[in-house]
């Protein structure tokens, strides 16, 4: 530490002892001037190497609310919605600008390897709540409502939503349904917790569907989206999800409802967009099944295979490590140890 700074903290603290300055304005003018003697040391917490945090934001945004959310779809703005599933995903897609992160049951298959949506249970999706709050700083978070947890009654509904509130430390829940689950959105949401709806296709239902297909291809069925996403609104939802529907058929219902609907493979007219992050980042082997709405916009299976073959590779060869990756011993040290270990 310099001259300066040594001179400098000890008149400023001697001022705080002396209760003729506020220990507020002792603390900043000291911190700014460590950290231009030493930005990197001062400006960048150090932090486990096993965390995925690393150095955070300098800019921090602003917290997303619903009332960020209404304003982005008063000014015709698109709400950007991406799913997490645990601490790294939910801090990627919050400090790349996602207006919303949705911790969807979608995690059954692309984080627990499950066959489909409806094997996740409510603890499972608890926990993985939990390790996306942990992370999302400024997005809106919402946790995906399982199957089996919320069918049977619009308490049962309430008291799992509770329990995302609480224990998930999400700021909204998310259910599947349209018409008949009406009552079940209003029981929440006049509890006091936001609801996302999620009309369409309802990936949990799919075996009633007949799997999954698209929705409201014919006027009947279209005719049928339309009033279950008015009655989703009617009921109380802040926005809701609508999915796997025809562009036109989704942009026409966009526009007779008055609360955002994001679309996932419901085309452009839709107030915002969502999709998976596992498969628009490319976090799959070739030859996996994506479907036709996902545009794949990295290559992290790519990226992550070939640093593997290589770390594989250097490991094999004792490329690695290298001198740079070790610790150094003192000569003198070194050889004390060395003769210790002699006379074992």
Avoid at 72 to 99: C, N, Q, R, W
Avoid at 210 to 216: A, I, K, P, S
Avoid at 309 to 328: G, M
Wanted: hydrophobic share 40%; net charge positive.
């Amino acid at each position: 530490m310099s001259a300066l700074i040594r001179s400098t903290v000890a008149r400023s603290c001697a001022s705080a002892l002396r209760g003729t300055r506020p220990l507020a304005n002792t603390i900043r003018p000291l911190y700014s001037l460590l950290t231009q003697h030493n930005p990197t040391r001062y400006n960048h917490p150090r932090w486990s190497s096993h965390s995925p945090m690393g150095t955070p934001s300098a800019t921090p945004r602003k917290k997303v609310t619903l009332g960020t959310l209404r304003s982005l779809y008063k000014k015709g703005e698109p709400i950007t919605v991406i799913t997490a599933h645990d601490f790294p995903s939910a801090y990627v897609g919050d400090t790349a600008g996602m207006d919303m992160i949705l911790v969807g049951d979608s995690l059954a298959m692309v984080a627990l390897g499950m066959e489909d949506t409806s094997e996740v249970v409510l603890e499972e999706m608890l926990l993985h709540c939990r390790s996306v709050a942990r992370a999302t700083k400024a997005a809106f978070t919402v946790g995906d409502l399982p199957m089996g947890t919320y069918e049977i009654s619009p308490e049962q509904a309430l008291e799992t939503a509770i329990r995302f509130i609480k224990e998930g430390r999400v700021q909204s829940v998310k259910l599947e349904g349209g018409k008949e689950m009406a009552p079940t959105i209003r029981k929440i949401t006049s509890a006091g917790i936001p609801v996302l709806g999620h009309v369409g296709l309802t990936p949990q239902r799919q075996n009633a569907l007949g799997g999954f297909r698209v929705q409201g291809k014919t006027s009947k069925g279209a005719m049928k989206v339309l009033e279950d996403a008015l009655a989703v609104q009617e009921a109380g939802a802040y926005a809701m999800v609508l999915e796997a529907v025809p562009a036109e058929v989704a942009a026409l219902v966009t526009e007779k409802l008055s609360i955002p609907t994001i679309g996932i493979g419901a085309g452009n007219g839709c107030a915002g967009q969502v999709l998976v992050q596992v498969d628009m980042t490319g976090n799959f082997p070739p030859g996996r099944f994506l479907p036709k709405f996902v545009k794949k916009y990295g290559d992290v299976w790519g990226e992550s295979f070939r640093a593997i073959e290589a770390y594989r590779d250097e490991v094999k060869t004792r490329q690695y490590p290298a001198p740079e990756h070790t610790y150094p011993i003192s000569k003198d040290e070194l050889e004390a140890f060395q003769r210790a270990v002699e006379k074992l």
